[in-house]
C-alpha cells in the first residue's frame, strides 16, 4: 500500500520544482529587499534616544513604512495586470494626462498626502483610546508623517516606474518583481524621510502652521481625486482610500503593540535591526502571492472555489517554503549587520529562531488573507489589484507583530 504522505510530499516538491523559474527572480527580488531593509533596522536601532524623546514616533513606523509599500505595491500590479492582459506596454510612456502611468502616478500622490494625514490623526486617536502615554501633540504627528511620506513617495514612485519598466525591457513578471522591490524602497527610505521631518517638529508657529496647511491641502486633493473627470484615477482613489485607512489602523494597531514592548527592544536593540526587516520581508512574500492570485483571477485562470484549488494552491505552497530560507536568511543578515554596528548582544541562533518562527506563523495566516481576500475583491465587484497588497500587506504588519513578539519572548527575549 502506497503511503499518503509521500504522495503529499512528492506533490509539494513537484508544484516547487514546476514552479522555480516563475519564482526564481522574486526570491532574488525577496533577498535584495530583506537586505536593503536592514538599513532601516540599523536607523531604527540608531535613534534610539529620538523614540525616547518623541513618544508615539515608533507607534506611526510600521503604518508609515506600510502605506508606501500598499500604495506603490498597487501600482505595479496594476501595471503587471495590464501587460498581462495585453492592454497597456512601457513600450512607450505616454506622458498625457490620460495615460495609464500619468493616472497612477497622479493618483499613487494623491493617496500619499491624504493617508499622510489620516495615518497622524489616527495614530493619535489610537494612542488615546488604547492609552499610550505620553504621545507627541497632533501637529508634531501631522508634520512627521505627511512631510516625511511625501519626501519618501517620491523617491519610491521613481524606483516603482523605473522597476516597471525595467521589468519590462527585460521579460520579468512584474507580479514576481515590482512588488517585493517596492516594498523594500519603502523600507529603505520612509524612516530616514520620517527622522529629517523631525526638524520641523516643536516649533511652536511654523509646526502649527506647516501641519494645519498640510491638512488643508489634502483635504482638496481628497476631494478633487474623488470627483475628478480620469476614470482610472477616480476609480482608484475611491476604491483605494477606504481600505488603505482600515490598512492603516491595522498598521498603527501593530505600531501599539511595538510601542509598548520599547523596553524590551532598548534592551536587545538587535530586534530593532531585525523588525523591519521581518515586516517587511513577509509583507512583500504576501504582496507576490496577492499580485499572482489578483493576475490570475482576472485572467480566468482561477475561480471562486472555497478551497484553493489548481494554480493558486500551487503558488500558495511555493510561496509558503520560499520564504523559510528568506526569513533564515535574514536573521543572519540582522544578527552580522547589529553585531558590526554594536547592536550584538545575542546569539546568532536566536536571532534566526525569532525570525524563521515568528515568519512561519506570519505566512500561514498571510496565505489566507491574501487567497480570501482576493476572491472577497471579486465576489464585491471590487479589483483585487487595488485591495489584495494592501490589505496583505497590512494584515502581516498587524499579525507580523504579533508573530515577532511571540517568537521573541520564545526564544528567551523579553
Not at 516594498?183 to 530616514?192: E, Q
Not at 476609480?235 to 524590551?264: F, N, Y
Not at 528568506?326 to 553585531?339: D, E, K, P, Q, R
Request: aromatic share 6%.
Amino acid at each position: 500500500m502506497t503511503l499518503r504522505a509521500p504522495k503529499l510530499f512528492t506533490a509539494a516538491l513537484g508544484a516547487v520544482t514546476g514552479q522555480f523559474n516563475a519564482f526564481r527572480t522574486a526570491f532574488v527580488a525577496l533577498v535584495i529587499a530583506a537586505a536593503t531593509s536592514l538599513v532601516t533596522g540599523l536607523t531604527l536601532a540608531s535613534i534610539t534616544d529620538t523614540l525616547e524623546e518623541l513618544p508615539g514616533l515608533l507607534l506611526l513606523v510600521p503604518a508609515a513604512i506600510a502605506v508606501k509599500g500598499n500604495i506603490f505595491g498597487a501600482v505595479g500590479c496594476r501595471f503587471g495586470t495590464a501587460i498581462h492582459a495585453g492592454t497597456f506596454s512601457f513600450g512607450r510612456l505616454n506622458v498625457v494626462k490620460d495615460s495609464v502611468v500619468s493616472q497612477n502616478t497622479i493618483v499613487s500622490l494623491s493617496l500619499s498626502l491624504i493617508l499622510g494625514v489620516a495615518l497622524a490623526l489616527l495614530a493619535k486617536g489610537v494612542a488615546v483610546v488604547f492609552d499610550v502615554s505620553p504621545t507627541m501633540s497632533v501637529a508634531d504627528f501631522i508634520v512627521i508623517s505627511t512631510v516625511g511620506g511625501m519626501i519618501a513617495s517620491l523617491v519610491v514612485l521613481v524606483i516603482t516606474l523605473v522597476t516597471s519598466s525595467g521589468a519590462v525591457r527585460f521579460g520579468l513578471d512584474l507580479d514576481n518583481v515590482v512588488a517585493p522591490l517596492a516594498s523594500a524602497a519603502a523600507d529603505l527610505v520612509t524612516l530616514p524621510a520620517l527622522v529629517l521631518a523631525v526638524v520641523f517638529t516643536g516649533i511652536e508657529t511654523v509646526t502649527a502652521t506647516i501641519a494645519w496647511s498640510l491638512t488643508g491641502i489634502a483635504a482638496v486633493a481628497l476631494i478633487w481625486s474623488l470627483r475628478s473627470r480620469l476614470g482610472d484615477l477616480r476609480r482608484i482613489s475611491q476604491e483605494s482610500i477606504p481600505v488603505l485607512v482600515l490598512a492603516g489602523v491595522l498598521d498603527i494597531i501593530a505600531g501599539i503593540t511595538v510601542e509598548k514592548r520599547l523596553e524590551d527592544f532598548l534592551a536587545f536593540p538587535v530586534l530593532l535591526v531585525l523588525l523591519p526587516g521581518f515586516l517587511g520581508t513577509a509583507g512583500a512574500l504576501g504582496a507576490v502571492l496577492s499580485s499572482r492570485l489578483g493576475t490570475k483571477v482576472h485572467l480566468g485562470l482561477i475561480g471562486s472555489a472555497p478551497l484553493p484549488q489548481g494554480p493558486a494552491r500551487s503558488d500558495m505552497l511555493t510561496v509558503l517554503i520560499m520564504s523559510m530560507p528568506v526569513f533564515a536568511l535574514l536573521g543572519v543578515m540582522a544578527s552580522t549587520a547589529g553585531n558590526a554596528a554594536g547592536f550584538g548582544g545575542a546569539a546568532l541562533g536566536d536571532i534566526i529562531g525569532v525570525a524563521v518562527l515568528g515568519g512561519a506563523m506570519a505566512m500561514l495566516l498571510t496565505i489566507l488573507v491574501a487567497y480570501y481576500g482576493t476572491l472577497g475583491a471579486v465576489r464585491f465587484g471590487l479589483d483585487p489589484d487595488t485591495y489584495g497588497i494592501p490589505m496583505v500587506m497590512s494584515s502581516l504588519d498587524f499579525f507580523g507583530a504579533f508573530t515577532f513578539i511571540l517568537a521573541a519572548v520564545a526564544m528567551g527575549f523579553g
